[in-house]
């Protein structure tokens, strides 16, 4: 089973690790900083010693990434894995915008069903039954997130259940909620956001997060 190390450290832009094993174009890591599609939050971008990662998937607790189909990796392999900062970055900040907009929308608006959510690099989305457009909630939420955003509240990412690899966010007096993903450290460093919106049909509405 692959150490995940970016939920030790989600700012870790380099690791050096082996391989551990070799199928085709797929391999799997000792350790790992390269996060796979999960919870909606797209993968990282980068390489593994030479080769482009192009997809990351999570098999239960494992990760096997696809790299480029020539490549000469051998179980035991010494590599460097390297991921796109930039990337990685903008993924975590839209992810906490979506997580913000999520639990304010819960809170205030009696926990709607959530039916959809993705991220982006470019924007984050997180859908729901809705009646009405949802638009006119976003003077609110809104004003709320750039109050959380202004205070730069901490967040803490840890494990609730280490064995079965479940983890938690939390800001205190505020939430604490399941997830998976990659966190920022503190609210802060989202940054500015704007709220768009997008009706998907009957009571189905849209939220989308852009960062400006």
């Known amino acids: ?69 020539n490549h000469q990796l051998k179980p035991g392999d010494s590599v460097t ?3 796109d900062w930039e990337k990685r970055y903008r993924l975590m900040r839209l992810h906490f915008a979506a997580e913000l907009v999520l639990e304010y929308v819960y809170q205030i608006y009696n926990h709607p069903e959530k039916i959809g959510a993705h991220i982006s690099e470019d924007k984050a989305r997180v ?19 750039e109050s959380m ?31 998976g993903g990659t966190h920022i450290r503190s609210t802060g460093e989202i940054g500015s956001i704007k709220l768009k919106r997008r009706n998907l049909g009957k009571d189905k509405e849209r939220i989308e997060i852009h960062l400006k």
């Open 127 to 145: 859908d729901f039954n809705w009646e009405g457009n949802i638009s006119e909630i976003f003077p609110v939420l809104e004003n709320k997130i």
């Open 1 to 69: 089973m692959v150490k995940k190390v970016f939920w030790d450290d989600p700012y870790l832009t380099e690791l050096e690790t082996k391989v551990h094993s070799v199928n085709g174009d797929k391999v799997t890591l000792d350790q790992t900083i390269a996060y796979a599609f999960n919870g909606g939050q797209e993968s990282d971008s980068g390489t593994i010693g030479d080769y482009a990662i192009w997809s990351a998937q999570k098999d239960g607790k494992e990760i096997i990434y696809e790299i480029d189909k």
């Open 149 to 179: 955003i202004a205070a730069d509240r901490r967040i803490i990412s840890a494990f609730s259940d280490e064995e079965n690899q479940r983890r938690y966010w939390e800001i205190e007096g505020f939430a604490r909620v399941p997830c």
């Open 81 to 83: 894995v390297h991921v």
